[in-house]
């Protein structure tokens, strides 16, 4: 087990590696940098700025070097010191512009994943258990509706119908007594209370899609002999389903986080920027329009490290879960 | 799959007796897409799936035509005009009412009454803007509209310049609905030819693919995704940008396809009619194209009907978010960029019918999908 964990860790640490450099490929793929940002706002302002004084701009953020220098230094000044760079267009730290919110996203996708979890698995056994019953019809026709509507159109009409019938805004993750107000009991059941509507829309996807999994996966188990033979032995059928089937159905329960938390960083990026929420999603989409390079890239990398850890502790749950992966781990 | 084929297939040396050579008939001795049809069709839900898609596939491609108008024909004093009833009575045949539009004096907020007085006579086939059928072939004949060319005419509401927005809808379904398809196209070319070879050749090269695939699965797409399109010039026109933002997409999206294909060529190698090939002396070439591809090739034909969907679905957020496509190229997505605002959502709730458009097609391909993935194994 140990052995596993080390080299889950050395590949871990090689996907990081590749992450933070893809995502500083990608940053440097549009043609200008920030200086063209800085130009073309200052055109439009009727300004022209002399050369000279675009020239020191870029030694100023290091745009004059080569592209291998900018990255070593980047990544460097991240793995060193926790500096993640400085923002262009808010003339800050990126790390703390970016704190609270990236903590913010996390809450939201892990509360979703929850979220997911505690409503796709009952459905899904009981889908199961009850094929080609209404239950299961519903549940099946409920999980295709909710993979066909993006997250961000429920996002909208949870908002409209919260505007039109309540006459109030569901956006935002405080009301507005707490929103500059400091950490206390009444400022998290505030955002307790806002949080849900949130969840339910990032999470919809995920669990329609879970449901199906866990459905084909407990009906595949069902069939098997080993089932035949618990019923044979007399044991109580409610014992017999929890104790063997329905516990080899759950290893989705762990595998899935894998594809599971990438999908909801992404649905919690774009329902964040419907709903105005104070997460990573409304400043990555501002980031990524002015091309302001470290904070995006900060976010791709800090996003990413966060769904590889989640997905490496998923992993590492997996093994422990299930005594056949486990072997084969321990194997290996 | 293949063996089973070859058990029942009819022994041309011993006569049969004749009831098995009905049976043989009716089951295996179809070619491999009857039976796949057969099951398909089956599968209520995909029928249903199939019926919906291909109206809509066929207005998208004669969008001029089932479009009352243009995409940009903007009627400037009426931006959000209500949706209007068509209405048919025996003095004027089809008509709808007009509009009267007056403004609150206090919120400066416009608000539109139906004006009995104002009829508006529509008719089928209607002389109105001009469209291109095919290339240089125009016409200008629509499917309805208002018997008087340039009147307003919304049977699904306005816009915010006071376009209709079922011309629109009309209209962006070409984009919305064709960059599913090419988009999967340049993923199923990647997809094919990575997973193939990380699935034929096997070793070292096989686990080197699949920690990449890996690697581009673990990153959450959309903030990639959203990295990727800012980088695209504002200077390009909207056709190169169409097939940017389909490059786009498909780099992130021709893993799953890889992984299906990869694993499907691993089972296959080992089958014996691959050995018996082998034996028989046909290249490599020969053994992938010739005999394994076509064992295998409705698989991949569901798995990529069901990444048409999720492309359709990626392609519509990163426009939504105005990363996508530009106006004035119209797409669902782009369309519903117009919905961001939740107050002019609450004014104009028709603004979310691109996304009713998106729901009900994405729907219809997913279970057209589900059902082609049921029918991928007719012997099962």
């Known amino acids: 087990m140990l052995r596993f964990v080390a080299r889950r860790l050395v590949w871990m640490v090689i996907t990081l590696a590749a992450i933070s450099f893809v995502t500083f490929v990608v940053i440097k793929l549009p043609p200008g940098d920030y200086t063209t940002t800085v130009i073309a706002n200052a055109e439009a302002r009727g300004q022209d700025i002399p050369d000279s004084q675009i020239a020191e701009l870029k030694r100023h953020y290091g745009l004059d070097k080569p592209f291998l220098v900018q990255y070593f230094t980047w990544i460097k000044g991240v793995v060193l010191h926790g500096d993640l760079g400085q923002s262009f267009a808010w003339n800050q730290s990126v790390a703390s512009l970016i704190g609270n919110r990236v903590l913010l996203s996390m809450v939201l996708s892990i509360a979703s994943l929850l979220f997911v979890w505690a409503i796709a698995f009952p459905i899904g056994i009981y889908s199961a258990l009850k094929q080609y019953s209404g239950g299961d019809y519903l549940a099946s026709f409920l999980g295709f509706i909710g993979m066909a509507v993006p997250e961000f159109m429920l996002a909208l009409v949870m908002m409209y119908i919260g505007f039109r019938y309540f006459g109030q805004s569901v956006g935002g993750l405080f009301s507005p007594e707490y929103a500059d107000a400091a950490w206390n009991l009444g400022k998290l059941l505030d955002l307790i209370s806002h949080l849900w509507v949130p969840i339910v829309v990032v999470g919809v996807a995920g669990t329609a899609g879970l449901i199906r999994i866990t459905r084909a996966n407990l009906l595949d188990e069902l069939h098997k002999p080993y089932v035949a033979t618990a019923r044979a032995k007399g044991l109580p059928e409610w014992k017999l389903l929890l104790k063997y089937p329905v516990r080899m159905s759950l290893s989705p329960f762990f595998s899935t986080v894998g594809w599971l938390l990438p999908g909801l960083i992404s649905g919690e990026t774009i329902v964040s920027v419907v709903m105005s929420l104070p997460t990573s999603g409304p400043l990555l989409l501002g980031a990524v329009k002015s091309q302001d390079m470290y904070l995006v890239g900060s976010f791709v990398l800090i996003l990413s490290t966060l769904t590889v850890i989640g997905t490496m502790l998923s992993d590492l749950a997996l093994a422990w879960w299930d005594p056949r992966i486990r072997t084969r781990f321990q194997k290996g | ?380």
Do not use: C
Not at chain 2, 64 to 82: C, E, K, M, N, V
Not at chain 2, 168 to 176: D, E, M, Q, T, Y
Not at chain 2, 230 to 248: E, M, Q
Not at chain 2, 335 to 359: C, K
């Open chain 2, 1 to 380: 799959m293949v063996q089973q084929t070859e058990a029942i297939a009819p022994d041309t040396q011993h006569e049969a007796p004749p009831e098995v050579v009905k049976s043989l008939r009716d089951h295996g001795a179809l070619p491999q897409w009857r039976l796949m049809w057969r099951q398909f069709r089956r599968h209520r839900l995909a029928l249903i799936g199939l019926i919906v898609l291909i109206p809509i596939y066929f207005m998208a491609v004669f969008a001029g035509f089932f479009a009352p108008s243009s995409a940009d024909t903007a009627h400037t004093a009426l931006p959000y005009a209500p949706p209007q009833r068509v209405h048919i009575s025996a003095e004027h045949g089809m008509f709808v009412y007009g509009y009267s539009s007056t403004r609150n004096q206090e919120t400066f907020e416009q608000t539109f009454t139906v004006d009995k007085s104002k009829i508006v006579d529509v008719g089928w086939f209607v002389r109105g803007d001009e469209y291109s059928v095919v290339g240089p072939i125009k016409s200008n004949i629509h499917l309805i509209g208002p018997t008087k060319a340039g009147e307003a005419f919304f049977l699904v509401g306005a816009d915010q310049s006071g376009r209709d927005l079922l011309s629109r809808l009309i209209h962006g379904a070409r984009v919305s609905l064709s960059i599913g398809l090419v988009g999967v196209f340049a993923s199923f070319l990647l997809g094919m030819l990575i997973g193939g070879i990380s699935g034929y050749v096997g070793g070292r090269v096989d686990n080197i693919i699949q920690r990449i695939i890996e690697f581009i699965m673990s990153v959450p797409t959309l903030p990639l995704w959203m990295a990727l399109s800012a980088a695209l010039p504002g200077s390009w026109g909207p056709l190169t940008r169409y097939f940017a933002i389909t490059v786009i997409l498909s780099l992130i999206g021709w893993t799953g396809l890889a992984r299906d294909v990869r694993g499907r060529f691993l089972s296959l190698r080992e089958e014996d009619f691959v050995m018996a090939a082998r034996l028989d002396g046909v290249g490599r070439t020969g053994i992938i194209f010739g005999h394994m591809v076509p064992s295998f090739a409705s698989h991949i034909i569901a798995s990529i009907s069901m990444a048409v969907p999720r492309m359709i679905l990626a392609e519509t957020s990163l426009s939504f978010l105005g990363l996508g496509l530009q106006p004035p190229a119209v797409s669902w997505g782009v369309l519903l960029e117009g919905a961001q605002n939740i107050r002019a959502v609450a004014t104009a709730p028709w603004l979310l019918t691109p996304g009713l458009a998106v729901v009900v097609v994405v729907l219809a391909m997913n279970f057209v999908g589900d059902g082609l993935r049921d029918a991928a194994d007719p012997y099962k």
